[in-house]
């Protein structure tokens, strides 16, 4: 018998196989069959999937306080610029 080369799947098929698990309208067997790999790598595709379900969402929440720090930062900066603006104005004379 001889065996077969180690194969690569790309990440789209991963999750794609992984989902059809979690899913469970088809036996690990069946699965297997369909795509071509062994039921072991599915499970471990599911676990691997399930596991990091939580940072999908984790990631969306970082970047919204990433965003909110940054709108914070250059709303302060907009705030400093418009006093010095009002500043020099006074000083040099000017008026708006």
């Given amino acids: 018998m001889t065996r077969r080369k180690r194969r690569n ?3 789209a098929f ?8 979690v899913k469970g309208e ?5 699965l297997a069959a369909q795509f071509d790999v062994h039921p072991n ?3 471990d595709w599911k676990r691997r999937l399930l596991e990091s379900a939580e940072d999908v ?6 970047q919204a306080r990433h965003s909110e720090q940054a709108i914070e930062t ?3 900066k907009i705030g400093q610029l418009a006093m010095e603006n009002d500043f ?6 000017r008026s708006r």
Avoid at 26 to 30: F, G, K, N, P, S
């Fill in 57 to 62: 969402f984790a990631a969306q929440a970082d």
């Fill in 9 to 11: 799947h790309a990440p």
């Fill in 74 to 76: 250059l709303h302060a």
């Fill in 26 to 30: 088809q036996t690990l067997a069946e």
């Fill in 88 to 93: 020099l104005s006074k000083v040099l004379g």
């Fill in 14 to 21: 991963k999750a794609k196989v992984a989902l059809a698990a």
């Fill in 41 to 43: 790598q599915i499970q």
